[in-house]
């Protein structure tokens, strides 16, 4: 602890809510440098689908250092760019029936959006963009644009030009239909909303409180697009790489989303981006949307080993059972608190808890780092615990993880 303190006092570090220095990790286990151990329901924001160090990720990864293999090549096509390239279209998109052209982007999942909202004012030649309320797409000045949580906007960015917050399914109440009232704003020149070039959404917000949108109000949203002559953005950054079953977190709505970012466990732990588009929306010239680290190749040899995870459907059937497990944990949490009017939602492997109170999740949270359990909390004012462990978690740590959450809330209504 003292050394946390020491590093805390010396540098700006991005260490908010777990005070340890780590230092060993693996699958879903955390070791920080005394040796303490901690279950990792975290798992970098959704970055850490396979668990830290899977051994066949890291087996590739040294295989290829090894080999004297090339780590930067900007503007050339490399052996491990082609096999990335082939693995994501046999493994991913053909099976799946889709034809998208993918752009590399850059290290980081804000790269992805920008170059989603860049292409979209490009191809429709309109600027505006419709995003949502709760919704997270990155904290650069294009992604921060469309990000809906005030905390993260000052004024002085100038974020507010050119984008239109819309309400996410479920905001305005149970049974109310926001797409209707989307249709109408964009019908009527009283609204003052200007025809957008695209609208850029989360399946289920992760940043924003585990809000799921349901799949008739993706096919809703889908249909809208079309008939507005609108490109839709899917950011599956968060909840695509299989967090809620299947690949791509919309593939159950049926949807064919213009665009599609991905980031976040698409690198197997890894920095990595990218951008699928319909391949009619591939105008850009050459070099006209680049950058200098765009595809880091041990990236791609991480990546290509993750993505045959999903050559079968053996993930797919374990994220659903074991969503099934923290499920039914939570409903165990929420009928044994009566008192604190808890609620869940999520599906697959993203689980929100919701406290309905500012901080309370937060202190919830902190109870568990205690106890060896690593989990966020999510949501504008930070009500709601976020579970997001690694889908290849052994089931008996989800087990202990999960009791762990139930002993923390009972502790902290004490
Ligand atoms: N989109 C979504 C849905 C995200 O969850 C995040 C990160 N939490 C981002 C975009 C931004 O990604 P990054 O932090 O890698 O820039």
């Given amino acids: 602890m003292r050394i946390f303190e020491q590093v805390e006092s010396q540098v700006r570090g991005y260490v908010r809510s777990f005070p340890a220095i780590f230092d060993r990790a693996e699958g879903a286990l955390l070791f920080d440098e005394h040796g303490n151990r901690y279950i990792d329901f975290f798992a970098g924001a959704g970055t850490l689908n396979y668990g830290h160090n ?32 082939q693995t994501f279209v046999n493994t991913i998109l053909e099976p799946r029936n889709m034809e998208y052209k993918v752009q590399f982007t850059g290290p980081t999942g804000t790269n992805a959006v920008e170059t989603a909202i860049k292409l979209a004012r490009m191809v429709k030649q309109r600027s505006n963009i419709l995003t949502f309320t709760n ?31 819309m309400p996410f399914d479920g905001y305005l109440g149970e049974g109310v239909n926001t797409i209707d009232y989307i249709r109408k704003v964009l019908s009527d020149a009283s609204s003052g909303i200007d025809l957008p070039a695209a609208v850029i959404v989360e399946t289920i917000q992760g940043e924003g409180g585990i809000n799921v949108a349901s799949a008739e109000w993706l096919q809703e949203l889908e249909k809208l697009c079309r008939d507005f002559d609108i490109l839709l953005i ?9 967090r809620t079953g299947s690949f791509f977190s919309f593939e159950e709505s049926g949807i064919r989303p213009d665009m ?57 059937k374990q994220v659903l059972q074991y969503g099934e497990v923290v499920k039914a944990a939570m409903e165990d949490i929420v009928a044994e608190h009566p008192d604190l009017n808890l609620s869940i939602r999520g599906r697959g492997m993203a689980w929100g808890l919701d406290f309905g109170a500012p901080d309370l999740a937060s202190k919830i949270s902190a109870i568990a780092f205690e106890k060896g359990l690593i989990i966020e909390t999510a949501g504008a004012d930070s009500s709601i615990l976020k579970f997001l462990a690694p889908l290849v978690i052994d089931p008996d740590l989800l087990n202990e993880g999960l009791e762990i959450i139930k002993e923390s809330v009972r502790e902290f209504t004490k």
């Fill in 234 to 242: 899917i950011d599956d950054i968060q909840m695509g790489n299989g």
């Fill in 260 to 316: 599609i970012t991905l980031s976040k466990s698409l690198g197997g732990g890894l920095p990595m981006s990218i951008l699928l588009m319909r391949p009619e929306l591939d105008q850009w010239q050459p070099g006209e949307h680049t950058g200098t680290f765009r595809g880091n190749n041990l990236a791609f040899v991480a990546a290509t080993q993750a993505l045959k995870m999903w050559e079968d459907d053996s993930l797919t």
């Fill in 54 to 85: 899977h051994p066949l990720i890291t087996e590739a990864m040294i295989e290829y250092l090894k080999g004297n293999s090339i780590i930067h090549g900007l503007d050339m096509a490399t052996s491990a760019k082609r096999d990335f390239l």
């Fill in 135 to 165: 919704g997270y797409h990155g904290l650069t000045m294009g992604s921060l644009s469309v990000t809906g949580n005030s905390f993260y906007r000052d004024e002085s960015y100038g974020v507010r030009a050119n984008t239109d917050f």
